[in-house]
């Protein structure tokens, strides 16, 4: 079966520094992947999305890349901020509807 | 702003008591999709509706009903909510595509307590 992995569950880092979020993934092969911002208590919010045949998306301080061979997209905050703070869900797309990770909680320490 | 409400933000029912959730959305989108979830878990999807067309996950109990009854507006209708359906239950919406490549727009979820 399908199967996602965000490589923790929770990660601190100080403030200023890059944070690198993975998810990974089994048993798919996706054409996009997406990724969310869960603040506690809110639904997920849409940041980014990477098609199988880009390696990289950047938007403002984030920047996405997605490496189909393999099986694993990395998320980097850089600067990241206190603000930053906040669980970051991967979903991938394909001929199914998204299928979403657990998440990685992300604090920045200031 | 366009945008994905859902009502109420807290509810409370009693073991048994059939209990409905609301959604609605100013996106005009066709997809509308009920996911469950638990603390720390990732959202599962339950069911989704593209236009009038109604999809049932494989997995999803058959205690969980919905309805569509425009483009605006889903109910999730839990029949016979047991402890185990304590959740936080999130409404989205895709502007036309179940699958591929367009985000889903989230509303902020029904906290659902079983007492």
């Known amino acids: 079966s399908q199967k996602i992995e965000q490589n923790s569950e929770a990660l601190n880092i100080q403030e200023g520094k890059t944070a690198t979020l993975t998810c990974n993934y089994t048993n798919y092969s996706p054409a996009y992947l997406q990724w969310y911002r869960q603040d506690p208590g809110r639904g997920p919010v849409f940041l980014l999305l990477i098609r199988e045949n880009e390696k990289e998306k950047r938007k403002e301080r984030l920047k996405v890349t997605f490496d189909t061979t393999l099986k694993q997209s990395l998320f980097h905050i850089t600067a990241s901020q206190p603000a930053d703070s906040a669980t970051y869900l991967c979903?991938?797309?394909?001929?199914?509807?998204?299928?979403f990770g657990k998440g990685t909680r992300l604090s920045v320490i200031a | 702003d366009a945008m994905v409400i859902q009502n109420p933000r807290y509810q409370v029912t009693q073991f048994g008591k059939p209990v409905t959730l609301s959604c609605s959305q100013t996106l005009n989108h066709n997809v509308m999709y009920w996911y469950q979830q638990k603390s720390s878990q990732a959202p599962k999807l339950l069911f989704h509706y593209y236009d009038k067309d109604f999809n049932n996950e494989a997995d999803t109990p058959d205690n969980f009903q919905s309805r569509r009854p425009n483009t605006s507006f889903c109910f999730l209708d839990i029949r016979s909510p047991g402890l185990g359906d304590a959740a936080m239950y999130l409404c989205?919406?895709?502007?036309?595509?179940?699958?591929?490549?367009?985000?889903?727009?989230f509303g902020d979820g029904t906290r659902l307590s079983i007492l």
């Open positions: 979903a991938l797309a394909g001929n199914t509807p998204l299928v």
């Open positions: 989205a919406t895709s502007r036309d595509s179940v699958t591929v490549n367009q985000p889903q727009h």
